[in-house]
């Protein structure tokens, strides 16, 4: 083989190495596209809460609050009967916060507050 053969051949090799590497580059890529989350902000501080429907009715979101930060995960208009819900929220607040959910079931006057 004549040195000339042989730097085509060692060029055709780099170009055809270059090519998968390229290939494998974008379907990580499309991989990583495929499985992004939700940002989480990153503040100080933070509060998770679970919600449990214990009954055998629907309750509905009367209102919610969250003066002083960010819903990571508001609260949802129903919790079904038996399910549970997650809400939480950040804050930028140095000095705390607070949220709250209050829910209630149609036909009745009740209401609670979480």
Known sequence: MTSTARTQNHRRRIIIGAGLAALALTGTTA??????????????????????????????????????????????????????ETISASTWNQNGFAIDATYGISGTNSEAVF
Not at 33 to 44: E, K, M, R, S, V
Not at 51 to 80: E, F
Request: no cysteine.
């Open 31 to 84: 991989a990583l596209a495929g499985t992004a989350h939700a940002a989480i902000p990153d503040y100080p501080a933070t509060i998770t809460m679970s919600i449990t429907n214990n009954t055998d009715t629907t309750m509905y979101l009367h209102g919610s609050d969250n003066p002083y930060g960010d819903w990571i995960q508001a609260p949802t208009n129903t919790i079904g009967p038996h399910e549970t």
